[in-house]
């Protein structure tokens, strides 16, 4: 198979979810070497996940690395061209499905070994810390914009227009996972910052479907928010950035 935007997308993605719920996982489930590790933890692989995820999308095909429909969204709003959202959208869902997959995996042993269905919910789905739809999916859209207005301005200073700054080649995915860091360290705290639609979306199906023992639901009623609001801040974020700068 030939490397394509198609293909670096749905690879990238299933990285960033292997790496960043895996990092939950060590955290939260029971006898791993990372158990009770803590948010710091979390947030750290979470913005190494990113970074890494971007990498891999890069070498399969995708010069882009959205990995987040809420970027390729955003980045279409911007640009008024929707044209990758058909693409796009489908790799990033079905890798992430594919990463939440091979974390359980990974973790198979642990799933019985842990007795609380929350922490094996909270190792594929996010969930609220208070349970408030409004104020939850408020939390989700202030982060996103915060994420696009913060992915374009370190696109900015990646250009070559001198007047723009200029960073070496390869220095972007550092700094995007650094954002996603920031984010979850400032934000996180209050719905566990999904800030990307099939992040929370791919993972939720494959805990409701897998086999994991004693494992409880799957917390659909709360499902919708980390979808709509990642994908309501994303078209907010992209419009306010052609507002003012395009």
């Given at each position: 198979m030939q490397p394509s935007p198609f293909l670096g997308e749905l690879v990238g993605t299933m990285v960033l979810i292997l790496l960043g719920n895996g990092v939950v996982a060590n955290v939260v489930l029971k006898q791993t070497k990372g158990e009770s590790a803590g948010w710091i933890v979390i947030t750290a692989g979470w913005g190494f996940a990113v970074m890494i995820g971007i990498f891999t999308a890069n070498a399969f095909g995708s010069a882009a690395a959205h990995l987040n429909p809420a970027v390729t969204i955003a980045f279409a709003f911007l640009r008024q061209d929707y044209s990758l959202l058909a693409s796009y959208l489908p790799a990033q869902l079905i890798g992430a499905f594919l990463g939440a997959v091979l974390v359980w995996l990974q973790y198979l042993p642990h799933w019985k070994a842990t007795e609380d269905q929350g922490s094996k919910l909270a190792c594929f789905a996010t969930g609220p810390a208070i349970r408030s739809s409004g104020s939850n999916f408020v939390s989700?859209?202030?982060?996103?914009?915060?994420?696009?207005?913060?992915?374009?301005?370190?696109?900015?200073?990646?250009?070559?227009?001198?007047?723009?700054?200029?960073?070496?080649?390869?220095?972007?995915?550092?700094?995007?996972?650094?954002?996603?860091?920031?984010?979850?360290?400032?934000?996180?705290?209050?719905?566990?910052?999904?800030?990307?639609?099939?992040?929370?979306?791919?993972?939720?199906?494959?805990?409701?479907?897998?086999?994991?023992?004693?494992?409880?639901?799957?917390?659909?009623?709360?499902?919708?928010?980390?979808?709509?609001?990642?994908?309501?801040?994303?078209?907010?974020?992209?419009?306010?950035?052609?507002?003012?700068y395009f």
């Open positions: 989700e859209f202030i982060a996103t914009i915060i994420l696009i207005v913060g992915v374009v301005a370190i696109g900015y200073a990646g250009t070559s227009d001198p007047d723009r700054g200029g960073i070496p080649s390869g220095v972007a995915p550092y700094l995007v996972g650094m954002l996603v860091w920031s984010i979850g360290l400032s934000l996180g705290g209050t719905t566990g910052y999904a800030i990307n639609p099939v992040r929370d979306l791919g993972p939720r199906i494959a805990h409701a479907i897998l086999p994991i023992p004693d494992k409880g639901s799957s917390d659909w009623s709360y499902g919708w928010i980390p979808v709509a609001g990642p994908v309501l801040g994303a078209i907010a974020g992209g419009l306010i950035l052609r507002f003012f």
